[in-house]
């Protein structure tokens, strides 16, 4: 018995890839999508301001962002925009 996989052709793997990324859309409600995608681009303008990288995102970057935010943000808010860096 042979354990050799036979591997989809490069056009068969940007299918796959294709479905595999309409699967991840799909798997938040396009709300949440839309609030992760501001939360990211803020967390990234809070970066570039600072001159650190925002991806990957260093967790001194993300402990100094949320501080940062700790007395005008909602502790909702907070967490969703960690959910939106981590995702």
Not at 35 to 51: H, I, L, P, T
């Amino acid at each position: 018995m042979s354990t050799e996989v036979a591997l989809p052709s490069s056009t068969g793997l940007q299918a796959f890839a294709g479905r595999a990324r309409e699967y991840a859309d799909q798997s938040r409600a396009a709300n949440t999508r839309r609030a992760y995608a501001s939360d990211v681009r803020a967390f990234a303008a809070w970066c570039e301001m600072r001159g650190e990288p925002s991806l990957p995102a260093s967790p001194a970057a993300v402990l100094a962002y949320l501080i940062d935010h700790a007395t005008t943000l909602k502790v909702v808010t907070l967490q969703r925009r960690l959910a939106a860096i981590r995702e």
